[in-house]
């Protein structure tokens, strides 16, 4: 291998005399001849020189080439074993180009070259028709992951290294970059002292921020300095790729981290806001951003934001989410209710800014008035059902039907844009609350039924369930109750509800009555001891030696009446 020293001598020598041939020197020769796969070369030798074409594709120079053109070429050997001289234009632009990068390097200059390939570990560099490799970590000052777009491109390299005997040249784009970096930061650290505007691109947008192209260096506006108003992203308010004019808020000395201001440009809307909204006043805006418990609201022209709470949002629509009934983008007009200057906080309303439609409630409508109307909405609890234009009012489920004791089976019955008649149970306009009613258009046939019937009294039921817990019934069609087990019958061993069959008809005595909770028992166990008792009362006592038996005979053929004669 030949050393650095060794070459720079070679070249020394072979540059002292052009006009003698040998081997190791570079000569002038003329083309003769070209073909597709060599060019031959007349160097004034007893022979004449074939150059492979792909050398001069290498170099970059295929398509100049033409017959007479006079090119400078390496001589390798005077001649090989067929007897014929072997040169190199390759080589030649080579050992040229090695003798000015060697000046250029020793000299710590830097060199432009031509980004040619991808490599695995870099790219390919062509400078001065020779190459050099560029690795990745010295590409860019932070990791690139793509370097497509370098592909083809011409940059200012610095040489870092290079190895003659090995023909490695290795350069650098990142230290351009760098220093770049460095004379562009120390500018800005200069106009920094004044709060200077600089311009910059937008480059790449994170949840906190964007990152800002000011010309070699970036800088980072954080998400709180792009807008006075409150923003949820920073495409809110910057465009990937335009230019605009920020304010360098601090530029730190240890690293090459610059904050940058947008909002900054603007005066603060805060410090005169009493110039610019007043308490009670009505002005126009749009919706930002909605949360679960409310929506912000831009003011137009005043880059103020404000949040209507959902319980401003609307006199009628309660325990709606605000998305049901507003949308991003929605321009629309707000109430100033309140201004936290210290705080920095506006409360606006959105229904504030219509009358109150609860108002003059008691003087258009009265407690147990009858109204048609128009359901709605339907809910789990019940039915929404519109009073008037601007108010609805509720129908719980447990005011749907008098005989439906949870109201979920009647509650199936209904949907919504049904006409239906309800009476108005309550006006409460402090709480903002209306309440129907259904069941209560006509009387509660509970009360109906029991109004002349008292402890005591035998009623008819109808079985309708049996159970493990006794027997359910309905009397009268349409009220049901328990009878429990151990009211089946007085005897324990007759109290077996296999003793019952569904739809069977029994009579039984009404052992309590609770017309305020629409509640009553009935058993059976107390009609039969009171009709034993009875029985002992009109046929016999204890004190007589009557047993039972005796007596229901008596009283069978009592009833059986006088036999014939």
């Known amino acids: 291998m030949i050393s650095n020293d060794e070459y720079s001598k070679l070249l020394d020598q072979q540059f002292e005399n052009k006009n003698i041939i040998a081997a190791n020197k570079i000569i002038s020769g ?57 040169v190199s234009h390759e080589k030649a632009i080579k050992m040229k180009s090695w003798e000015k990068l060697q ?41 690139v992951r793509d370097v497509s777009h370098l592909i083809k491109t011409e940059e200012t390299f610095e040489i870092l290294k290079m190895d003659y005997s090995k023909g490695n040249i290795v350069v650098s784009r990142k230290a351009i970059l760098e220093e770049k970096q460095k004379e562009i930061k120390n500018q800005i650290l200069e106009k920094s002292q004044n709060n200077s505007v600089v311009k910059g691109k937008v480059k790449t947008f994170t949840d906190y921020g964007a990152f800002v192209d000011l010309g070699g260096i970036d800088g980072l506006v954080h998400l709180s300095d792009i807008s006075w108003s409150r923003i949820g992203h920073p495409s809110d308010v910057l465009e990937i790729g335009k230019n605009y004019e920020f304010k360098i808020l601090k530029v730190s000395d240890d690293s090459d981290k610059i904050s940058l201001g947008y909002k900054q440009l603007k005066d603060d809307p805060w410090e005169k806001i009493e110039e610019k909204i007043k308490v009670n006043e009505i002005y126009d805006g749009k919706i930002t951003h909605i949360t679960d418990y409310g929506a912000f609201v831009q003011l137009t022209e005043k880059d103020l934001e404000g949040l209507v709470h959902s319980n401003d949002i609307s006199w009628t629509k309660k325990n709606i989410h605000p998305n049901k009934i507003l949308d991003i983008g929605f321009n629309i007009r707000v109430k100033i209710l309140e201004i936290d200057k210290e705080k920095k906080r506006i409360s606006l309303g959105i229904k504030q800014t219509e009358p109150n439609p609860w108002e003059n409630i008691l003087n258009e409508y009265s407690k147990d008035q009858t109204i048609d109307t128009e359901i709605k909405n339907i809910t789990e609890f019940g039915i929404f059902a519109k009073l008037n234009e601007n108010i609805d009012g509720l129908i719980h489920k447990n005011d749907l039907s008098w005989t439906d004791s949870n109201g979920d089976r009647t509650l199936k019955k209904y949907q919504k844009g049904q006409n239906i008649k309800v009476k108005i149970l309550e006006i409460d306009p402090e709480k903002e609350k209306i309440s129907f009613g259904i069941k209560q258009l006509s009387n509660d046939p509970f009360s109906e039924f029991f109004k002349d019937k008292s402890k005591g009294d035998v009623v008819s039921a109808k079985i309708i369930k049996i159970n493990n817990n006794g027997i359910d019934v309905e009397v009268a069609s349409f009220i049901e109750t328990t009878i429990r087990r151990k009211e089946l019958s007085k005897n324990k061993e007759e109290q077996n509800i296999s003793r019952y069959n569904e739809g069977q008809k029994i009579d039984a005595k009404i052992s309590s009555i609770d017309l305020t909770n629409r509640k009553f028992s009935l058993s059976i166990r107390q009609l039969e001891i009171d009709e034993e008792q009875s029985l002992l009362e009109k046929y016999g006592s204890k004190s007589s030696g009557s ?18 004669k």
């Not at 047993?547 to 014939?564: H, M, Q, R, S």
Request: glycine letters at 10%; zero cysteines; a negative charge.
């Open 547 to 564: 047993v039972l038996g005796d007596i229901l005979g008596k009283a069978l053929d009592e009833d059986k009446g006088p036999k014939e």
């Open 30 to 86: 003329t083309i003769l001849k070209i073909s597709e796969q060599h060019i031959t070369v007349d160097i004034g030798y007893k022979s004449e020189g074939q150059i492979p074409k792909e050398e001069f594709i290498n170099s970059g120079s295929s398509d100049e080439l033409k017959t007479g053109q006079v090119i400078e070429v390496f001589v390798e050997k005077l001649e090989d074993r067929e007897g014929n001289i072997k």
């Open 103 to 143: 000046k250029l390097f020793d000299n710590k200059e830097r060199v432009k070259g031509f980004i040619v390939g991808k490599a695995k570990a870099g790219l390919y560099v062509k400078i001065m028709g020779t190459n050099a490799f560029l690795p990745l970590s010295q590409i860019d000052v932070r990791p």
